[in-house]
């Protein structure tokens, strides 16, 4: 009996059919709980006896306005995502080599010690580092969030890197060179597109990490850095539903856009064809 | 020594941590010669080739390319192309970008290096393959790829890293006809780097043999099988037989009595004291394949009479233990016709030329030095 479903499983997995329909069941599951949000951002109001609300476009109207400051959230927001993300690849590539690739005494030490920012609460730290920012003058200001950011970002991306340079072969960068390739020349036309598909998943995490941080940035921005979760924040205490669900839909879209984009670099990267850029 | 060393080792050393992995190599590689870097896995024949390349750094000792130094010049700057065992095709690159990879480095145009790639992929056989990915190549297919990859940017040296270990044996007679081949076509420097005999016997003009660091032994082919330097250097290219002799002048006095050599017997560990005809004692060797076996006694010189202790049959030869009347152990490897019955007394003829001698004394460095002559190039 046990066989017989398995076997009835195995058949349906093959059917296009039935991937469809498990695709698509996937897709529901995960997308359903959006769909609530979804219809508050076009509510006027939707309470208990009515089935379907009724609609208007006056919450996505308010979210143009200054007045909700979530233009100024969403530029703030991606200025700090994306600095923060190239300054954790800047140092987390360079680290995540080493730890992948090399070995030396107190690797595993240094390792657990990369995920204690991800351990430990950053409440615990918040003040110490409050207090270093407000000495060097970074208190309030964009850089300052920047690089309070690199606190979670930079473990994540290490770690998914070194695990990347675990599984890179050197020898293609000894090959490479021998070949008549700089040093330079083997990052960019070998190591970087070998280890591509790691690099845009690190970022993603990092970028998502950023881009959703609020508590970091509410210590550090000190009510002067003003990023998109702190405007979502500002409107759910205003208990505006319907702007509440504008918003955070908004705040989802550069991670939609991300994603969008890293899987079709991630597609690129398997399929170049033809003899393409000899 | 007539013309300059193309390629020159001098006094090379490299140990990781306390291994030291290459000691004191010196050789000298003629422009567009092909040698064998033999030895046993971890004699430091392929960390030697790292050296060259530029890869590793050495500790000491100096690489010279057509009289300049390289030890500071960059690997990318050598003109050097290394070949490595497993092909190592760039996955993300067509088979034609990987040929064409070197060229594009050197920011050779566009045009060119896409005709110059092609017509490489033809010379090794593969044209038609430069839209493929790597990974729809057979390892033997792979393993052209990558050569036809090293030979497009022209390079100085071809450095080739046990190049077909990793192809079964079928394939592997293939590539080495195609490797010679291209050799011939581009007039290429090449060093092969090989843990098997026969390989480096078919590839190369001279073979380097490389023991526990040292460099034991570089001459040709024919001198390591017929003159090997010493009793290890014998049993590596498959010598079995090895007897301790009394040797004066050409007169070697075995257990079983005298028999003649050409070689004069190398007399090693009392060599200070040559004077006037003394007996010394000598190791003494002969290739298996080199015993004639007679059914009768035909000649006198030389001949041992023997029993046949065991008869193989190997296809091609039959491997024969021999014990002579004197208590000798004998391998001979006689032509498949020869089928002499287990028991069977017969004469073993051991030809003068065929004799071999080195000192009865192991391996020291000292002797590494006195054998230093023989690692420079063929003269001519």
């Known amino acids: ?278 | 020594m007539s013309k300059p060393a193309y390629l020159s080792l001098q006094q090379l050393t490299k140990s990781f941590r306390d291994i030291s992995a290459v000691q004191d190599v010196w050789l000298d590689v003629a422009a567009g010669e092909r040698l064998a870097l033999l030895g046993p896995s971890g004699c430091g024949k392929s960390t030697t080739l790292q050296l060259i390349a530029g890869i590793q750094q050495p500790d000491a000792g100096q690489i010279f390319l057509e009289g300049q130094p390289l030890n500071q010049v960059p690997p990318e700057r050598r003109g050097m192309a290394l070949v490595l065992q497993k092909g190592l095709l760039f996955p993300h690159l067509s088979v034609g970008e990987n040929v064409a990879f070197g060229l594009k480095m050197r920011r050779v145009s566009r045009k060119e290096r896409e005709q110059r790639a092609l017509t490489m992929l033809d010379q090794v056989q593969l044209s038609g393959f430069a839209n493929r990915r790597p990974s729809e190549l057979s390892g033997g297919q792979a393993q052209r790829v990558a050569l036809a990859r090293s030979l497009v940017i022209a390079p100085k040296v071809l450095l080739l890293d046990e190049p077909l270990s990793a192809l079964d044996a079928n394939l592997r007679g293939t590539m080495q006809e195609l490797i010679l081949r291209l050799q011939e076509e581009t007039g290429v420097t090449l060093i092969v780097v090989t843990h098997d005999q026969s390989e480096a016997v078919v590839i190369s003009e001279r073979i380097a043999l490389m023991f526990d660091g040292h460099l034991r032994q570089v001459a040709t082919p024919e001198v390591l099988y017929q003159q090997p330097a010493d009793e290890t250097v014998a049993r590596f290219f498959g010598g079995v037989n090895f007897f301790t002799a009394q040797a004066q002048g050409h007169k070697l006095t075995l257990p079983g009595g005298d028999i003649l050599t050409t070689a004069y017997p190398q007399s090693g560990h009392r060599s200070g004291s040559r004077s006037g005809p003394q007996s010394d004692s000598v190791q003494i060797t002969i290739r298996p394949e080199r015993i004639h076996l007679l059914a009768n006694q035909i000649c006198g010189t030389n001949l041992l009479p023997v029993t046949i202790i065991q008869n193989r049959f190997t296809g091609t030869q039959r491997h024969l233990s021999l014990k002579s009347a004197a208590g000798l152990n004998l391998q001979a490897w006689v032509p498949p016709s020869l089928d002499f019955p287990v028991g069977q007394t017969a004469f073993a003829h051991l030809p003068p030329d065929a004799l071999w001698s080195f000192p009865q004394v192991d391996f020291t460095p000292s002797l590494s030095r006195q054998q230093q002559p023989s690692a420079a190039p063929p003269t001519g």
């Not at chain 1, 070995?103 to 390792?111: H, L, N, S, T």
């Not at chain 1, 409440?123 to 208190?139: D, V």
């Open chain 1, 1 to 278: 009996m046990r066989n017989l479903v398995r076997d009835l499983v195995r058949k349906s997995l093959k059917d296009p059919v039935a991937q469809k329909m498990l695709l698509l069941l996937i897709v529901s599951v995960l997308f359903l709980p959006f769909l609530p949000l979804l219809i508050w951002s076009f509510a006027q109001g939707w309470y208990f006896p009515q089935l379907i609300p009724q609609w208007t476009l006056q919450n996505w109207s308010t979210l143009f306005t200054t007045s909700t400051r979530v233009g100024q959230g969403f530029v703030q927001s991606l200025v700090i995502a994306v600095c923060s993300t190239g300054l954790a690849l800047l140092v987390g590539m360079p680290a995540g080599r080493a730890l992948g690739m090399m070995d030396f005494p107190g690797k595993g030490a240094i390792k657990l010690f990369l995920l204690l920012p991800i351990i430990v609460s950053p409440l615990a730290t918040l003040m110490g580092i409050q207090f270093m920012l407000i000495r060097l003058g970074l208190s309030g200001t964009l850089l300052g969030v920047v690089l309070v950011h690199l606190l979670p970002t930079i473990p994540y991306i290490t770690l998914v890197l070194s695990s990347v340079y675990a599984n890179f072969d050197a020898d293609y960068e000894i090959q490479a060179r021998s070949l008549g390739a700089s040093a330079w020349q083997v990052f960019r036309h070998i190591t970087l597109p070998l280890i591509a598909p790691g690099v845009v998943v690190g970022a993603l995490f990092a970028f998502l990490i950023s881009w959703n941080e609020f508590l970091l940035t509410f210590f550090v921005g000190s009510g002067r850095v003003f990023t998109l979760p702190m405007v979502l924040f500002t409107a759910l205490q205003g208990g505006n539903t319907g702007l509440t669900a504008a918003i955070a839909i908004t705040s989802i879209l550069p991670a939609l856009v991300f994603l969008f984009f890293s899987s079709r670099a991630l597609d690129d990267n398997a399929a170049i064809g033809g003899l393409g850029n000899v």
